[in-house]
């Protein structure tokens, strides 16, 4: 009876242990998991930016005479913190005065150093004034757009208009150049980035060729539509 007590208490530890041995081995997986957990929110609240979007234009995006949180590009960084959590970097590599052959000359080195994920290109306003062919202006265009995908960033053109004492020949082949690179290279375009702004009362300076600071938010509005889906 003794022997037969003693097995049963035997018994009872052995299953016991079994019991606490499961117990652990469920609390250490749990533990694994919660560390997991911890260890995914953290990354996540760490993110950082969504993409880094390069602008590379010339005085029009450069805030020529106005304050430099008024102009577009500065107005786009505020709208992307507003509606995103991670919003993309913007980075304005912008310069009055700026032509397609300067910029394709700065392009590899801001490729280098941004990385962006889009390269926004607002150009050939001063290529014009300057008095370069349109075809000139596509080449140097077509060069940075080129460079900017090889780097992996997808392209945004900005087209640019001209006074109309540049005649309508002029005036449209510029417009075709800016077209036929977009329909080659599948790019979304902006025509003219000063749609509903030039011309306007009270929307440009008195250079007849620069909008003013209350023209901005409307310049960014042209832009926006078809920046949004490649951010």
């Known amino acids: ?31 694994v998991l919660l560390l997991g ?13 969504a993409g880094t979007v390069l602008v590379l234009g010339d005085s029009l995006s450069a805030a020529h005479n106005i304050p430099a949180d008024a102009g577009w590009v500065s107005l786009l960084d505020k709208r992307v913190r507003q509606q995103s959590k991670t919003p993309p970097r913007i980075v304005n590599a912008s310069m009055s ?14 490729l280098a150093k941004e990385k962006p994920t889009v390269v926004v290109i607002a150009l050939g306003g001063n290529d014009a004034l300057r008095g370069l062919t349109p075809a000139q202006v596509q080449g140097n265009l077509e060069r940075m757009l080129l460079a900017s995908r090889a780097a992996g960033a997808k392209v945004l053109l900005l087209g640019i208009d001209v006074p ?18 977009a329909d080659t290279y599948k790019v979304p375009l902006l025509p003219f980035l000063l749609e509903g702004v030039a011309l306007q009362p009270g929307l440009m300076q008195a250079d007849g060729l620069h909008p003013t600071a209350q023209a901005q938010p409307k310049v960014l509005d042209n832009v926006w539509p078809l920046l949004k889906p490649l951010l």
């Open 1 to 31: 009876m003794a022997t037969d007590a003693l097995r049963g208490d035997r018994l009872s530890m052995r299953r016991l242990q079994m019991r606490i041995t499961g117990w652990s081995r469920q609390a250490g997986t749990m533990m």
């Open 37 to 49: 957990l911890l260890l995914w929110s953290g990354l996540a609240c760490a993110k950082g930016p």
């Open 97 to 110: 005065g700026e032509t397609t052959a300067g910029a394709l000359t700065r392009l590899p080195g801001l």
């Open 164 to 181: 109309p004492n540049y005649g309508p020949a002029y005036r449209q082949r510029l417009a075709a150049a800016y077209r036929a690179l």
